[in-house]
């Protein structure tokens, strides 16, 4: 009788700690048991590589007036190349001094598009255009985009 009892009662804890391996895993704990961070520190680290790369993107210029890669609205449409960047959450554009407002989307490793409201390009200027992570204040460049002055002025 002794003999049976041992056996279930080891059969109840391998089956006990198998649900709490799977348990652990489901919640995030790495093979040492140790839970993830939950300070937003990960969530910005899985988001944004620290390898964040910008290879391309366009337009670099613009003229004033000009409908050149302007949507119907009058904005103008940007697009950058990226590697590193998994998510826009938690991630702001900025164009010189202006947090954009706008809505975009990313899929790891490819083109991002984007909107800069048409009064933002109405007068000469050199602005950067970055990204910004508001948690850590990193600032990734995007370019310098050069806004000249329109035809006959």
């Known amino acids: 009788m002794k003999l049976n009892f041992e056996s279930n009662f ?7 700690g198998m649900a709490l391996l799977v ?13 993830p961070d939950r300070s937003g520190t990960q969530t910005v ?5 620290s390898q964040v ?3 391309r993107w366009h337009p670099q210029t613009v003229i004033v007036g000009d409908k050149t890669d ?3 609205n009058g904005d103008l449409g940007v697009w950058f190349e990226q590697t590193g960047i ?26 991002v598009t984007l909107d800069i409201p048409a009064k933002m390009i109405s007068t000469p200027g050199i602005h950067k255009l970055f990204l910004k992570l508001p948690s850590s204040g990193q600032e990734i460049e995007i370019g310098m985009l050069e806004v000249k002055e329109g035809l006959g002025k």
């Open 86 to 111: 998994n998510s826009a959450a938690d991630i702001e554009i900025w164009f010189g001094e202006n947090k954009l407002n706008t809505q975009w989307f990313v899929k790891p490793n490819e083109v």
């Open 53 to 55: 790369s910008i290879t």
């Open 10 to 16: 080891m059969s109840i804890i391998k089956k006990t």
């Open 23 to 35: 348990l652990a895993t489901a919640i995030g704990c790495n093979k040492n048991g140790d839970l």
């Open 70 to 72: 302007r949507r119907e």
């Open 45 to 49: 680290k899985k988001l944004v590589s």
